[in-house]
């Protein structure tokens, strides 16, 4: 973990662009409350395969109109150069410099991957069409990214990404800091010193996040699981313990030397504010 200690701590928070005129006038209010937390900057991810294109670019835009630093996620899988290009060029013309680029998920009953199959490809296309202009941001997988191979694999994965020209990283969400400061040690041992920033997820709905792990392969510990399980629809206590549980990973990663936070709202501001406010920041 020493590599990472240099480095100078980012925050910041995930959006998922709106698909209702209503969902857009909520995340503008969160956005005005997570804004007063001074973050570095907000992301917007895209959907499978591209599927919110459109929406990705307008949120970003309505962040920047608020006065607000934001980051498109661009993914490549199902794409063409064309379209990634033109894509690029939009975001280039509308003077956002800061991307999050990822390989992204197959929209379903789609077979071919189209002309880019991995994030590496991607990241070594926007270096070489674009220079330096943008800050690359690309993921990376402390308990290992579900479809590889092996642990060593999914390293190898990750070096390509950086080799190709990657500014920095954030993790998928995790519950265990040792996986994070295992991977990150590992790192340092292959040579790469980019900082590599902890994703946070909040706990708010136990079944929603049950959901999201089992398709993103984040391990809810056993201890964790089995007391979110015995809340049943006790609503108050999940999140209470839920809190408690994150707050303790968020303090301890910072003790340790962890680059940042990186926070999945979900679109709300309540969890992520009240974990910031804990933590002193």
Known sequence: MESQKKFPKTFSFEFFPP?????????????????????KFFSV????????RERTLDTVLDIRLQGYSAA??????????????????RYKDNGIRHLVALRGDLPSGLAATGEFR???ELVAFIRKE????????VAAYPE??????????????????????????????????DSYYHFVDECEAMGLDIPIVPGI?????FSQLARFSDACGAEIPRWIRKKLEGYGDDTA?????????VTALCDELLTNGAPGLHFYTLNQAGLTTTIWQRLGL
């Open 144 to 177: 290992y990214h579900p479809q590889a191979r092996s642990a060593q694999d999914d390293l190898l994965n990750f070096k390509r990404k950086i080799e190709a020209g990657a500014d920095s990283a954030i993790t998928q969400y995790f519950y265990n800091g």
């Open 201 to 205: 997820m909040p706990i708010g709905k």
């Open 72 to 89: 498109p996620h661009i993914s490549c899988i199902a794409s063409t150069t064309a379209s990634v290009r033109e894509m690029l060029h």
């Open 45 to 52: 991810t895209f959907g499978a395969g591209g599927s919110t």
């Open 237 to 245: 206590s999940i999140r209470s313990f839920g809190l408690d549980v």
């Open 130 to 137: 674009f220079g330096s202009h943008f800050h690359i941001e």
């Open 19 to 39: 698909s209702t005129p209503e969902g857009q006038e909520k995340l503008r209010a969160t956005t005005r409350q997570l804004a007063q937390l001074k973050p």
């Open 118 to 120: 991995y994030a590496n």
